[in-house]
């Protein structure tokens, strides 16, 4: 029997598009499972993964924390040495490491400010203060500060800052200057040219 006799005896039997949708039906489902088959050892390593992860940043997080700590706590105890020289490396330190306000350091430096017994030492620490200019804390205590303050450099320095932060309750305690005749000239005349830019 020839091919062509085959085919033509069982045509029924054969029916491609029949066959062709079958085919397509079966490729289409194998291809499914094929995509969508979980991969239990892959699941189970991203798994691992990510506890790993979270374990990492825990640890990394909690030796900063440990790290800050430390360091805020050399930094109050160079700032309540009896060394002037050591109180200002922790001014300095301040200044150059701190960016967001801490309260407890803040309130020790606006104890140096009042009662440390060193120029340099209170200089430095206008200028630590200084980085925070919207803190009102710090602008009272700079205000009190050159209410009671009688170390002309300190002065000079105070009346520059309060003028910088156009800080107008500063006019009171600069008339107390002017009017001083135990106040020097060159911190009479900064006083007075303060006074002039805060009436602008």
Not at 15 to 36: C, G, I, T, Y
């Amino acid at each position: 029997m020839s091919l062509k006799q085959y085919i033509q005896n069982n045509k029924n039997d054969i029916d491609d598009q029949d066959m062709s949708f079958e085919v397509d039906a079966l490729f289409e489902k194998r291809l499914k499972n094929e995509f969508h088959k979980p991969n239990k050892g892959k699941l189970v390593y991203l798994k691992y993964i990510s506890i790993a992860a979270c374990v990492g940043l825990l640890i990394t997080l909690s030796i900063q924390s440990l790290n800050h700590k430390k360091d805020k706590t050399e930094l109050l105890a160079n700032l309540t040495n009896d060394s002037a020289g050591t109180r200002l490396e922790g001014v300095y330190h301040f200044d150059d490491s701190y960016k967001k306000e801490d309260d407890q350091i803040i309130q020790t430096l606006v104890k140096i400010l009042h009662n440390d017994t060193n120029d340099n030492v209170k200089i430095a620490t206008i200028e630590a203060l200084f980085k925070f200019p919207d803190n009102e804390t710090i602008r009272t205590n700079l205000l009190t500060a050159l209410e009671n303050e009688k170390s002309p450099l300190v002065q000079i320095k105070l009346i520059k800052s309060l003028s910088f932060l156009r800080e107008h309750r500063a006019q009171k305690p600069l008339k107390k200057i002017i009017k001083d005749k135990q106040s020097i000239p060159i911190v009479v005349s900064n006083a007075t040219l303060a006074m002039n830019n805060l009436k602008l």
